[in-house]
């Protein structure tokens, strides 16, 4: 899988034969993810989850058999059946509906508040790792940069959410941005580690030589040479998120009761798991259960594509049978 | 008129962090380099050469002393990124593959240089394609990546990379010592080719003497970050007046069974941490000549001729030894006759 000089591979140069032109990279990189999917066939339940749960969420209108917000009394709390296939809530809402309507919700805020952190956490910290030990002021801002992003993290994940909900007020911003937030030194971290070591190549000295400015030496050397990581977390940091969402809803800190969300959906159910209703609060946790399930397998055969040695394993397992 | 680059008294600590001890990578080294002329700064390694290699191009800033070029200060940390130098002085890598962004293609890395000198689109293809004749690229390899070149001609990139610009000055820290035999000689004479072509200055660092002897016009020659001699090549092979100088030409070994390094002078021990170095000539705990003066007083440079300094206070001790024959050119000699 090597070049011919055998020296560097990396994720940019997973170079299967030479190859020229764009059209011809973009084969190799289909035959690379179709060779990691021959290798760790459970990736492709990850995909397969995850798309599911996409369409589910576009779709939503026309396969949900009610409207997900419309509570009907006669029906309250029906085990699963020809009418209802996964039963109906203690308010009559069917929960089939509500589990398909809510990705709507729970995706787009854990995606939006992925990205968000991403978008932050990804050039702040490709700057940080850039300056660190440059001159003393620009020390003195990764510092504080890095230590800032210490007592983020010092902070329970959970707790922290919640206050920043309580503070900006219940809504589906704030709980957008309270994802943001804790996912940003996640990022930050990451591609500061990855930028300190690319930092130290020779590419960059002479880029540096030759006169490019700092912008240009970490548009062009050091953001693509240190991204790859940072990627690959996207997936598994949106399934993390959806869990946090959820969970924040949970607690009655996220999305309010009848917008169909999973997390809210299992808090109203599970007062009636206790008399033997398990259905309003067990099929949505299932359902969020497995999204992140997906999400997190995504994330890592992203990883297996982005390094080389465990590419490399792969492909034998996959040639092996 | 002045010489193109000056370097005065140059001194280098680095901070031990959590101490207050330094290390003296480089000790008040002075030097110049003519227009179109190779200088080699040779020694072991910790002697400081691509320390002093990475000063002059901005990558680390010097503890004190004076840059020059082309007569111009340059400020304390000399700023390469200065409109007026872009472009002016570059520099080739040890490592050829890291030396290469692998994500960018050959014709990339070789017009990326000429993108900071606001030139035209047409212009760098134009000065890529001549590039990549002068280092002897096929034009299709300007489409693919590092990963897929060999070394050797992972480091005509490089070096394609760093003449690009027609610089005045080209710093070469160890260009062929990470290269196989075949590679290295093709290299060699690759970088001969472009000097005679462009007229561009090298400093030349590397500890391969045979390739110094091959190249260079000049030598300096450093222990420990200071310098021990330095002089015409030529003058400084065939008479090196320094011990330390002579006890480096004698380790050389060649590739021949009759050539064998003439062992007059050996150095005992090894080199010494250069943290916090004692005053004085730093050679004093190995040399056989150490007398108590060199303990103290660092000594100064003793001019032989001909543009010969030597940095020691025993020069005629060394010189009564008797000339080391210049084993190198003998071999040269032999080797030409041989596959002539």
Redesign the interface.
């Known amino acids: 899988m090597s070049g011919p000089s055998g020296t560097i591979v990396s994720a940019g140069g997973l170079s299967l034969p030479p190859r020229a032109g764009r059209r011809s990279r973009w084969r190799s990189r289909g035959s690379l993810f179709l060779l990691v999917l021959h290798g760790r066939p459970s990736f492709a339940l990850g995909y397969v989850i995850v798309t599911a749960v996409m369409t589910c969420a576009i779709l939503a209108p026309w396969i949900a058999p009610y409207d997900p917000v419309t509570a009907n009394p006669d029906v309250y709390l029906s085990p699963p059946g020809f009418s209802h296939w996964l039963g109906t809530d203690n308010t009559g809402m069917d929960i089939l509906s509500r589990i398909l309507f809510a990705p709507r919700t729970d995706l787009t805020i854990a995606v939006l508040g992925t990205a968000l952190s991403a978008m932050v956490g990804i050039p702040l910290g490709a700057i940080v790792g850039y300056y660190e030990g440059r001159s003393l002021a620009r020390r003195t801002f990764s510092v504080l940069v890095m230590r800032a992003a210490d007592v983020l993290q010092a902070f329970p994940v959970f707790v922290f959410a919640i206050a920043l909900v309580a503070v900006f007020g219940q809504s589906i911003i704030s709980v957008v941005v309270a994802i943001a937030f804790v996912n940003i030194p996640i990022y930050l971290r990451l591609m500061r580690s990855q930028v300190l070591s690319i930092r130290g190549m020779r590419y960059v000295d002479a880029a540096f030589v030759a006169g490019s400015s700092d912008f240009a030496i970490l548009r062009r050397h050091i953001l693509p040479n240190a991204i790859a990581a940072a990627l690959a977390q996207l997936s598994v940091n949106i399934g993390w998120s959806v869990l946090l969402t959820a969970g924040l809803s949970f607690v009655g800190a996220g999305v309010v009761a009848p917008t169909p969300e999973w997390g809210s959906m299992i808090a109203t159910g599970y007062q009636n798991v206790t008399t033997g209703q398990w259905w309003p609060s067990v099929f949505p946790g299932v359902a969020l259960g497995l999204t992140v399930f997906g999400f997190a397998l995504i994330g890592n055969s992203i990883e297996v594509m982005a390094d080389p040695a465990q590419l490399r394993l792969v492909g034998r397992a996959g040639k092996g049978g | 008129m002045s010489s193109l680059l000056e370097v005065q008294n140059l001194v280098k600590h680095f901070p031990i962090a959590g101490s207050r001890r330094k290390v003296q990578a480089i000790n008040g080294v002075s030097f110049s380099i003519e227009r179109g002329e190779t200088v080699s700064l040779v020694g072991e390694s910790g002697s400081g050469k691509t320390t002093i290699g990475r000063c002059l191009?901005?990558?680390i800033e010097p503890t004190a002393g004076g840059i020059f070029f082309k007569g111009q200060a340059m400020g304390r940390g000399v700023d390469?990124?200065a409109k007026a130098?872009?472009?002016r002085?570059?520099?080739v890598?040890?490592?050829?593959?890291?030396?290469?962004?692998?994500?960018?293609r050959i014709g990339e890395?070789l017009g990326?240089?000429l993108?900071?000198?606001g030139m035209s689109r047409g212009d760098r293809d134009r000065r890529v394609a001549e590039t990549a004749a002068l280092i002897g690229l096929r034009p299709?390899l300007l489409?693919?990546?590092?990963?897929?070149?060999?070394?050797g001609l992972?480091q005509r990139v490089?070096i394609g990379?760093a003449i690009v610009?027609r610089p005045d000055l080209i710093v070469l820290d160890e260009p062929t010592s990470a290269l196989d035999p075949t590679a290295r000689a093709e290299i060699v004479d690759l970088l001969k080719a472009l000097q005679a072509d462009l007229d561009t200055a090298y400093l030349f660092i590397s500890h391969d003497l045979s390739t110094v002897r091959f190249l260079s016009h000049r030598v300096v020659v450093l222990y420990l970050g200071s310098i021990a001699e330095e002089g015409p090549s030529d003058r400084l092979f065939a008479a090196p007046r320094h011990p330390y100088s002579a006890g480096l030409l004698a380790s050389v070994m060649l590739p021949h069974p009759s050539l064998k390094a003439e062992r007059r002078l050996t150095l005992e021990g090894e080199i010494p941490s250069p943290i916090d170095l004692p005053p004085g000539c730093p050679l004093a705990t190995r040399c056989p000549f150490t007398e108590s003066r060199c303990r103290d007083v660092s000594p100064p440079p003793s001019a032989l001729g001909g543009g010969h300094l030597v940095h020691c206070y025993n020069h005629q001790k060394v010189a009564a030894l008797g000339d080391v024959a210049d084993q190198l050119t003998r071999f040269q000699e032999l080797a030409s006759r041989i596959l002539a």
């Open positions: 191009l901005g990558l390469v990124r130098l872009r472009g002085l570059q520099m890598f040890q490592e050829p593959a890291e030396s290469l962004n692998p994500r960018m890395i990326e240089p993108l900071t000198l299709a489409d693919v990546r590092p990963a897929d070149l060999s070394a992972q490089g990379r610009t």
